[in-house]
């Protein structure tokens, strides 16, 4: 089944920028929402921003509206996550995830990624 690995994580400062990529192996995102999800220690996972499957709807958390940005590029199996204007609180571990349905609740996603940090330092 489909297997997908994140990317592009690191560490920025206050007001910098950061791309996440999340590609996909044995498999196609085609026909599948997307979503990123992120998770600070102690916390629970919580959905960032999804994207149906064919790119024309888009979901965002009120706490990265306007900074952040859901793609996808299904010919290359890849989609992405454009944040600018990072913010100490956006620290967290940031996870893909595909799903047959439009929705924020990670238990509906069926295949993840295994994360990557983002540590956003003043």
């Known amino acids: 089944q489909v297997q997908l690995v994140e990317s592009g994580g690191g560490l920025v400062q206050v007001g910098g920028s950061l791309r996440l990529s999340c590609s996909a192996s044995?498999?196609?995102?085609?026909?599948?929402?997307l979503g990123w999800f992120r998770q600070a220690p102690g916390a629970e996972r919580e959905c960032v921003a999804a994207?149906?499957?064919?790119?024309?709807?888009?979901f965002y958390a009120d706490s990265v509206r306007g900074r952040f940005t859901i793609s996808r590029d299904d010919a290359n199996n890849t989609m992405y996550l454009q944040m600018n204007s990072l913010k100490p609180g956006d620290t967290a571990v940031y996870y893909c995830a595909q799903g047959r349905y439009f929705v924020v609740a990670a238990s509906l996603y069926d295949a993840w990624g295994q994360g990557t940090q983002v540590t956003v330092s003043s």
């Open positions: 044995g498999g196609t995102f085609s026909s599948y929402a």
């Open positions: 994207i149906n499957w064919s790119g024309g709807s888009t």
